[in-house]
């Protein structure tokens, strides 16, 4: 289980990220974590998974715990090696290596090679898409591809936990629905996963529970169920029209209402 | 002009020796060039480092031969049923590795507490450590040259009148196996960890990659390949005398082959050390005798080179673009 509690991140010693973030991952769940640009979503994985000190950031309070211990002043290999994987933002594949490469490196904390070779022969039947691909440079994969290939490597290490940052982030809706499939999937052979994301109907509709954040906090969570019936979230993050079915013009929107904050 | 003049003296008699000769010359030390550029790169490529303590620690290399091979008999002491060829190949294997140790002593010391810090600072810190590993190992060893003791001597193959040193056909062997060796190295699971932290290192961090560890091996590899950049340049007919502390000043000649095949190109390395070599030898055989371009001209002969290829393609041959300018 993934416990993040009252985190505090600041960057630079002076730019302050999080201010208490406190978040769950249950063993087996498939949980959201929802906001809008610079929320601190991507801040939030960087202090789970040890990647703060590449970007100056600093963890000055609260703690993540990962299974009961304490993971939050531990470097990125060692978090990785713990079980807990991630596909970042911009899929950041190794674009001038072949498709066998970039998961060669996925695997690169997989200590026996049988289990390299069984977390292989997963990703390649959850990829077909892969499999006429191997011997091909990252770089020359379409979007979608690269997308999987990224799910993929981080796979390779054969994660409890999977942390993905943007999955839909620049895809096709026909992809994001496909992607979608395959979190679901890897979710249902025993993968935890820690959905971050904007789009917040596809994130919703197929997590079990929902965190949403503003400016470095958390302001809203429950169940999807819960998430997607409220009415703020409907008209915030979901778009969908409020006020009794009437359509309403964009002239009538109240640019201030459009700020609105749960807190502050 | 430059072209005329090599091709009036190319009519002269004798002149299939003479070039076969440059030739031969020429690429035997286009393939030291060649190793010491491709232990710059991989420094380069893996950890942005600007690493000019490269000729300090090949010289130390060969310092370190001379010790191993002259001085203690290690490990031929013990060995002295083999042949006299074996057990200076020992010694010397044994010099490269001590060298390798120093490179991941100086990436563990000095280089890892840089991590992050501005590209410029550590440059001029491997400058530092080039005159601190040149002053010591002066300091130890004299500053008279040292021969190293190799089994070849001054032992020369005589086609007609055409003579290529045992040293040379070694030099190109072991320069051959060398990036054998590396591109073996760059297919294995390290070496893969190695190529992903040179592409996008945050990236390589979140797969578990430990990228200290990819570092010092990146140090060990470039120390190891300058090592034997350092040996084969105090060997005849390159040193005849052997190492002197004059030697280190080798990295310097390997610089221009570094930016002329682009910084971070394994491959740039290997044509641009062998563009060099070619080019010094040629130059030195072929424009000697011009009275007004006064002696030793061939020692500025690479440096033109680079010019050139830079002002036609301003990242080297084989470079990236993109690629941080120090």
Known sequence: MLEVANLEVVYNDVVLVLRGLSIEVRDGQIVALLGANGAGKTTSLRAITGLLDVHEGDVTKGHVNWNGSRIDDKDASHIVRAGISQVMEGRRVFAEMSVDDNLKTGAITNKSSSSEKSAYQRVMEMFPALQSRRKDSAGYLSGGEQQMLAIGRALMSNPKLLILDEPSLGLAPMLVQQIRDIIVDINKQGTSVLLIEQNASMALSIADYGYIMETGKVVMNGESSKLLGDEDVQEFYLGLRTEGGERKSFKDVKHYKRRKRWLS | ?326
């Open chain 2, 1 to 326: 002009m430059i072209a005329a003049l090599v091709i009036a003296q190319a009519v002269t008699p004798n002149a299939i020796d003479k070039f076969g000769n440059a030739l031969a010359s020429g690429i035997a030390l286009g393939a030291i060039y060649a190793i010491l550029a491709l232990g710059f790169v991989i420094i380069f490529k893996a950890t942005q480092v600007v690493n000019f303590a490269h000729g300090g620690i090949a010289a130390f290399g060969a310092y370190m031969v001379v010790y191993f091979a002259t001085v203690l008999n290690v490990p031929g002491r013990w060995l002295s049923f083999l042949p006299f060829g074996v057990q200076w190949t020992l010694s010397a294997i044994l010099a490269i590795l001590v060298t390798a140790l120093l490179g991941v002593i100086i990436e563990r010391i000095v280089i890892r507490p840089m991590i992050g810090k501005a590209l410029f600072a550590v440059a001029m810190i491997t400058l530092g450590v080039d005159l601190i590993i040149r002053t010591i190992t002066v300091d130890y060893m004299g500053n008279q040259s040292r021969g190293l003791g190799d089994p070849w001597g001054a032992g020369v193959f005589v086609f007609g009148g055409i003579r290529i040193a045992h040293t040379q056909v070694v030099t190109v062997l072991v320069a051959m196996i060398a990036v054998g060796l590396l591109a073996w190295f760059f297919r294995t699971r390290t070496g893969t960890a190695m190529r992903a932290t040179a592409f996008d290192q945050e990236a390589a961090m979140a797969q578990g990659i430990s990228v200290g560890k990819v570092f010092a091996i990146a140090w060990g590899i470039g120390a190891a390949l300058a090592a034997i950049g350092g040996i084969f340049s105090s060997v005849f007919p390159r040193g005849a005398a052997g190492v002197t502390p004059f030697t280190a000043l080798i990295a310097f000649r390997a610089f221009p082959a570094v930016i002329i095949g682009g910084l971070d190109s394994i491959s740039g390395a290997i044509v641009g050390g062998m563009l060099v070599g070619l080019a010094e030898v040629f130059a030195a055989s072929y424009l000697g005798s011009v009275s007004w371009l006064g002696t030793g001209f061939a020692g500025i002969v690479a440096w033109l080179l680079m010019m050139a290829v830079l002002l036609i393609k301003p990242y080297g041959i084989f470079g990236t673009e993109e690629v941080r300018r120090v």
